[in-house]
């Protein structure tokens, strides 16, 4: 099979590795799709590590099943299913209550096992998760970032009825657009820097604000006040400083972009007079299924965010277009050679 091995900082190879058997409890797949990340694109410049290399990445993944191994029940060949790239030690405190990225042994399909860049991909049976029968191969594409995106209000709890605003309408940004108006959301505002992803953000019912020309903080407040819930998809300073701005007293602010910056700094007189709770998202746990009942649900518009999608061959010039045309580029996808 073709896989894409990653070989440090710009470095990227496509070659030939050999297929296996699935083991006893674990499931063979063919990958119809796996994105590009953020994260990946950033451990390919050399911005974040890699716990190994070389590796195989790849933790946006949808695929079907090719072969289930003597022991799994309940998935057939042919079936279309999510991965779910996370796991813990499965004993300590924190994975018996699903909580898996709190685990200190956390490990990753994509990071420390093989991912899903490749024609094939090798996972254990419960973390290939069955997606409904009206759900297409592009959509299962955007399981993995829809369950970052609905672990986050998670954190936050209910959004019927609430007002949400939304910092960086990137890829997560778009789709948290939209969960929150899935999940009864009245009101939401997005703040963003690409034109394209603004029309977007629009389209999709928000209410937006330009980061290049405007006052963020002055365009969200005209618009019926303070919000609830707050999503950081920036993660920098300055952006939760205009979080605590926008916050209603006694709301949240859930930050989700990945640490750009070892430390941030913010106002907290601001902070404090608001009663405004800050709260860190990393990726899910045992709530990914999430995202199944959301792709099923039929109310996530995601066609328009899959702009480019490659064949396995061409993965090298994938990752260059994905990180340099980050405003035409919103979710670039890899796919076997004869898929396209």
Same mark, same amino acid.
């Given at each position: 099979?073709?896989?894409?091995? @990653?070989?440090?900082?710009?470095?990227?190879?496509? +070659?030939?590795?050999?297929?296996?058997?699935?083991?006893?409890?674990?499931?063979?797949?063919?990958?119809?799709?796996?994105?590009?990340?953020?994260?990946?694109?950033?451990?390919?410049?050399?911005?974040?590590?890699?716990? =190994?290399?070389?590796?195989?990445?790849?933790?946006?993944?949808?695929?079907?099943?090719?072969?289930?191994?003597?022991?799994?029940?309940?998935? $057939?060949?042919?079936?279309?299913?999510? +991965?779910?790239?996370?796991?813990?030690? *499965?004993?300590?405190?924190?994975? $018996?209550?699903?909580?898996?990225?709190?685990?200190?042994?956390?490990?990753?399909?994509? $990071?420390?096992?093989?991912? %899903?860049?490749?024609?094939?991909?090798?996972?254990?049976?419960?973390?290939?998760?069955?997606?409904?029968?009206?759900?297409?191969?592009?959509? %299962?594409?955007?399981?993995?970032?829809?369950?970052?995106?609905?672990?986050?209000? =998670?954190?936050? *709890?209910?959004?019927?009825?609430?007002?949400?605003?939304?910092?960086?309408?990137?890829?997560?940004?778009?789709?948290?657009?939209?969960?929150? #108006?899935?999940?009864?959301?009245?009101?939401?505002?997005?703040?963003?820097?690409?034109?394209?992803?603004?029309?977007?953000?629009?389209? @999709?019912?928000?209410?937006?604000?330009?980061?290049?020309?405007?006052?963020?903080?002055? +365009?969200?407040?005209?618009?019926?006040?303070?919000?609830?819930?707050?999503?950081?998809?920036?993660?920098?300073?300055?952006?939760? =400083?205009?979080?605590?701005?926008?916050?209603?007293?006694?709301?949240?602010?859930?930050?989700?972009?990945?640490?750009?910056?070892?430390?941030?700094? @913010? =106002?907290?007189?601001?902070?404090?007079?608001? &009663?405004?709770? +800050?709260?860190?998202?990393?990726?899910?746990?045992?709530? #990914?299924?999430?995202?199944? &009942?959301?792709?099923?649900?039929?109310?996530?518009?995601?066609?328009?965010?899959?702009?480019?999608?490659?064949?396995?061959?061409?993965?090298?010039?994938?990752?260059? @277009?994905?990180?340099?045309?980050?405003?035409?580029?919103?979710?670039?996808?890899?796919?076997?050679?004869?898929?396209?």
């Amino acid at each position: 099979m073709r896989a894409v091995l @990653f070989h440090g900082t710009g470095k990227l190879e496509v +070659v030939d590795r050999p297929s296996r058997p699935p083991g006893a409890d674990e499931v063979r797949l063919r990958v119809e799709r796996a994105g590009i990340c953020g994260s990946d694109i950033a451990t390919w410049k050399g911005d974040w590590p890699s716990p =190994n290399v070389p590796s195989v990445k790849g933790h946006e993944v949808c695929g079907s099943v090719l072969e289930v191994g003597a022991a799994v029940q309940g998935l $057939q060949s042919g079936q279309l299913v999510a +991965v779910r790239p996370i796991r813990g030690c *499965g004993d300590c405190r924190h994975c $018996q209550r699903g909580n898996y990225s709190r685990c200190s042994q956390f490990m990753m399909y994509g $990071q420390q096992e093989p991912g %899903g860049w490749a024609e094939e991909m090798i996972v254990r049976h419960d973390h290939a998760r069955p997606l409904a029968a009206s759900v297409t191969a592009d959509q %299962g594409l955007f399981a993995e970032p829809v369950a970052v995106v609905a672990h986050a209000y =998670n954190l936050a *709890g209910s959004l019927k009825g609430a007002s949400v605003a939304i910092l960086g309408a990137g890829v997560l940004g778009l789709i948290a657009i939209q969960v929150a #108006f899935a999940r009864g959301a009245t009101r939401v505002f997005a703040t963003g820097r690409q034109d394209k992803k603004l029309e977007l953000a629009r389209r @999709f019912g928000a209410i937006t604000a330009d980061a290049r020309t405007d006052d963020v903080v002055k +365009v969200g407040l005209e618009h019926d006040g303070a919000y609830d819930v707050v999503v950081d998809c920036i993660g920098s300073s300055e952006a939760l =400083n205009d979080a605590i701005k926008l916050s209603e007293a006694g709301g949240w602010i859930v930050l989700v972009a990945g640490p750009h910056e070892p430390e941030l700094h @913010f =106002n907290y007189v601001e902070h404090r007079l608001r &009663e405004v709770a +800050v709260i860190a998202s990393r990726i899910y746990g045992e709530d #990914f299924d999430d995202c199944l &009942e959301l792709l099923a649900g039929g109310k996530l518009d995601l066609a328009p965010l899959l702009t480019h999608q490659y064949a396995i061959n061409d993965a090298v010039e994938a990752m260059a @277009f994905a990180a340099s045309n980050r405003a035409d580029a919103i979710k670039v996808s890899l796919q076997p050679n004869d898929s396209l």
